[in-house]
């Protein structure tokens, strides 16, 4: 009570390494609030973000997507493209077909009937939701398919995502959105579990010449800033502006740009 949990507080302070500054007691409207600082050490995060900046440029495993993903992506981004064409283009690749019919099979689209005619299910999917499956798939192709928790962890997410979209923001625009920005969120945790042991000599050569400390690795490895780095990567894939928003703020989502805020959050 009073005076004397002031100075038990300030004590225990001291005994974390920091001084009574951190402690401060002061009166809005009429309450009075207590409140401790803890400082979150600058170097400690410009530290991550370099060496999260450098896994991004060593990472040469990563390629950039698939030749017929890539082609497809001109086909849709091109206005004068057929659906027959983009049809064809995608029964070429049998895993990349299951997945649409797999979509515009499901409870999303709510068809009468069975779809199993792959022009049929282009245009049912439409452009748009043609271009989210292919930024899913292609990311999928690339990276590890063997770190299954944490692909089931970002299906999950997806799901609940879409669902809080449909059932309550009552939201059709920002379904494709919300369900691949789910399924991508931990791309950044994914990466870092596939990195091959080179990769990590480097890396951790590049934190002796820079003399960051070495405890940013337990940090980078439980997937502290994992959101910058799958972000990064995002953007050397050259995804829209809103997906990488969702890779980059789904632990910050209120500091995500407005125009994002609803995806996001």
């Known amino acids: ?30 309450e009075t609030v207590a409140k401790i600082v803890v400082p979150f050490s600058n170097i400690h995060v410009e530290s991550l973000d370099s060496l999260s900046q450098e896994i991004v440029a060593e990472i040469d495993e990563l390629p950039q997507f698939p030749d017929n993903i890539v082609y497809l992506q001109k086909l849709l981004s091109d206005p004068e493209s057929e659906m027959s064409d983009i049809a064809r283009q995608i029964s070429m690749d049998p895993s990349l077909t299951a997945e649409l019919l797999k979509l515009v099979n499901s409870a999303q689209f709510m068809l009468r009937g069975k779809v ?20 899913q798939y292609g990311t999928q192709s690339v ?6 928790s944490l692909w089931d962890h970002s299906y999950q997410t997806a799901f609940y995502a879409y669902t809080l979209a449909r059932y309550v923001l009552k939201r059709r625009d ?23 042991p080179e990769l990590l000599g480097k890396i951790e050569r590049f934190a002796e010449k820079q003399n960051i400390d070495r405890d ?12 910058e780095i799958g972000a990064l990567i ?32």
């Open 234 to 265: 995002a953007e050397k894939w050259n995804f829209p502006e809103i997906l990488i928003a969702s890779i980059r703020y789904h632990h910050e989502p209120y500091s995500a740009p407005d125009e994002y805020s609803t995806v996001v959050n």
């Open 216 to 227: 940013l690795f337990e940090d980078l490895s439980a997937g502290l800033n994992h959101g």
């Open 116 to 135: 199993d005619n792959i022009v049929e299910a282009v245009k049912y999917a439409g452009i748009r939701t043609l271009k989210t499956i292919l930024y």
């Open 1 to 30: 009570g009073a005076g004397l949990g002031i100075v038990i507080m300030v004590l225990m302070l001291k005994k974390i390494g920091l001084d009574e500054d951190a402690f401060d007691i002061d009166v809005m409207d009429s």
């Open 174 to 196: 920002i379904f494709d959105d919300v369900y691949v920005g789910g399924i991508l969120h931990d791309m950044g945790k994914i990466v870092f579990s596939s990195v091959h």
């Open 143 to 148: 990276l590890d398919k063997g770190a299954k």
